[in-house]
């Protein structure tokens, strides 16, 4: 039942954190090439996405230079293109975005790419479509939060990639092969790193509905504040039922993600206060856009190894601090 007291401190913990400030992100990858291409030669890449960007780098290797559009703490649901954004994808040889709806505000930009003649791959819809979870009416688009079925969009671009350069295919062949390898690595690390949370505490919480397709691979119920999409917005009945679930589950933690203000979080924390329920930030994390361009973290793989490292070590889990290779910043 909701109570006075509850709402008006919600209302205030809304209206105080209004202004936060978002945080950073961006990307980075791997992969070998037997050939050094000289710079004019190198195939010339954008990618929407830091995600998607990584793995077109580690496709390509040294074969192509890759270009990402939306970095460090941008969120693609909201991201409006600028001038020089539309020129990048008139000038690239091949484009790869994600697709399902995520780059919404870009849908012009890509169309008007693709009609100058450009290839655009929009990588998570040519994956299985049985993979693909339905939200809201529509595919949720955070297909990179299980890296199984984030896998499926490597074949996608090396063989986008083939198409375009034929020369170069056994070298993307090759390149897929190992990323593959080691989204395997990974996928094992956080199975088990996440499969030591104990069940009545495999429930995250996050600032919008990003997490689905990493609760059905690692056992967790998912609850976003906001929807698949940051352009909803949460109410203070939202808040007041999340505040109920929390205290009446004893959830230890909640998580901010660098993409999305914490304000709601933060009313969350208020609201469970306020019910003498104490709850923690249990960190933050990476989203709809990676950690920052040149750390480990500003990898596909860095990314998913913080988010599955943070989550068990603040559900009461048993994971390294410096996750599965040791590492992740302290």
């Known amino acids: 039942m909701r109570t006075p007291s509850i709402q008006r401190i919600v209302l205030a913990a809304l209206i105080a954190l209004a202004s936060s400030p ?5 990307e980075q990858a791997g992969g070998a090439d037997a050939v050094n291409n000289t710079e004019s030669e190198r195939t010339r890449i954008v990618a929407t996405t830091g ?3 990584d793995i077109a780098r580690a496709v390509a290797g040294d074969r192509a230079e890759v270009d990402v559009l939306i970095g460090a703490g941008l969120d693609p649901h909201l991201y409006k293109p600028t001038r020089t954004d539309v020129q990048r994808l008139l000038d690239a040889d091949a484009i790869f975005y994600n697709g399902l709806l995520l780059e919404g505000k870009l849908t012009d930009a890509l169309t008007r790419a693709e009609g100058a003649g450009k290839p655009a791959v929009a990588v998570a819809e040519r ?8 939200l809201e009416g529509e595919p949720d688009p955070h297909v990179w939060m299980d890296p199984e079925a984030w896998s499926q969009t490597i074949d996608v671009v090396r063989a986008s990639l ?5 020369d170069g295919a056994s070298v993307y062949e090759t390149n897929a092969a190992e990323y593959q390898r080691r989204l395997e690595e990974l996928d094992a690390y956080a199975i088990e790193t996440l499969g030591s949370v104990p ?36 109410g203070v ?31 969350l924390i208020a609201g469970a ?58």
């Open 22 to 26: 978002l945080a950073g992100c961006a």
């Open 127 to 134: 994956i299985d479509p049985e993979t693909l979870i339905e």
């Open 51 to 53: 995600m998607v960007a």
């Open 162 to 166: 083939a198409e375009i350069d034929p």
């Open 273 to 330: 206060e306020s019910r003498g329920h104490t709850v923690a930030i249990g960190g933050e994390l990476f989203s709809d856009a990676m950690g920052e361009f040149g750390s480990y973290e500003g990898t596909y793989i860095g990314m998913i190894d913080h988010n599955a490292t943070t989550i068990a070590r603040a559900l009461g889990g048993d994971a390294p601090s410096g996750g599965m290779q040791d590492r992740l910043a302290r």
């Open 237 to 267: 009945l939202d808040i007041e039922r999340l505040v109920n679930l929390l205290v009446e589950r004893s959830i230890a933690a909640v998580f901010v993600e660098s993409t999305v203000s914490e304000r709601n979080v933060a009313a």
């Open 199 to 234: 069940e009545s505490q495999r429930v995250l919480v996050t600032a919008h509905d990003a997490f689905n397709y990493f609760g059905r691979k690692y056992g967790f119920e998912v609850v976003g504040i906001q929807g698949i999409s940051t352009e909803s917005e949460a």
